[in-house]
């Protein structure tokens, strides 16, 4: 495979150890797999006995998790590989539970951003920031909403991304799922911020560009970026809400104000 299919095969065979993928959507009547699995991919993971083909879902192997871990390892002897990987330590959940493994940051289209540093040495993107960035990738690549035209693009608040195909009975369920996943995120971040994070996490352009784009003062989109993600990152994995404190008293209790 070359490396636009095993970065395919990898984000199929993630959905498939999260739960079984189903090979129609409702209103698909015939026996084939939907717009959104490359039918060529599919036979050839089922054929290295990566994947299992039930009557309506491709389910899971034995095998499943190890390739992923292979494939998310660094490949020893390979130093020309080397080269272009930036590894981190990650965990891989599995039904067997929990797997170390080394994730190539160099696939992040946040990546080139990864060097900016504070002023005291920490990262400019926090690594909450930085996960919440490739969930939107990951999201809006596997819904396949980019557009056909190149242009500015802006968000759209509704059940359809501008640009995209329209979600027909040619779309999986999981794939009108991720779209809606897209749309809740753009809610989230709210027009203001959606744009710029859409722009440099979706459609991979330079911090300058989008400046440019949008006529910002030089250095204003990465505060945007940053600003934007942990909007989405709140979002992704919402604050746990601290409890109120109760204070019980007697029939009759008041409480003392100060200054009364």
């Known amino acids: 495979m070359d490396r636009p ?13 999260a739960g079984p993928v189903p090979l129609f959507s409702p209103a698909e009547a015939q026996a084939h797999p939907p717009a959104d699995l490359d039918a060529e ?8 006995g990566l994947l299992i083909r039930t009557d309506d879902h491709l389910c899971a192997t034995s095998e499943t998790a190890a ?22 330590p990650q965990v891989l959940v599995t039904p067997e539970g929990r797997q170390p493994v080394r994730r190539n940051l160099a696939e992040s289209p946040l990546f080139p951003l990864l060097r900016l540093k504070e002023k005291d040495g920490r990262p400019f993107l926090p690594e909450e920031a930085v996960a919440a960035g490739d ?3 990951a999201d809006f690549d596997f819904g396949n909403l980019q557009p056909r035209i190149t242009a500015s693009w802006q968000p759209r608040l509704s059940t359809r991304v501008k640009g995209a195909a329209p979600a027909g009975p040619e779309l999986s369920d999981s794939r009108i799922a991720a779209r809606a ?21 979706c459609f991979g352009k330079g911090l300058e560009i989008v400046e440019r784009e949008r006529q910002w003062p030089a250095r204003s ?5 940053r600003t934007a993600l942990m909007a989405l990152a709140r979002h992704y994995t919402p604050p746990v809400a601290k409890p109120r404190t109760r204070h019980w008293g007697a029939e009759g209790f008041r409480p003392e104000m100060e200054g009364g």
């Open 67 to 88: 390739y992923l871990r292979r494939a998310l390892c660094d490949e020893a002897g390979d130093p020309f590989a080397d080269q272009h990987r930036t590894l981190e």
């Open 135 to 137: 969930r939107l990738a």
């Open 41 to 48: 991919l599919v036979d050839r993971l089922i054929a290295e």
């Open 221 to 225: 989109a990465k505060l945007m970026l």
């Open 5 to 17: 299919q095993q970065k395919r095969a990898r984000l199929l065979l993630r959905r498939v150890l």
């Open 181 to 201: 996943r897209v749309n809740r995120a753009i809610e989230a971040m709210g027009p203001e911020l959606a744009g710029v994070a859409l722009d440099i996490c």
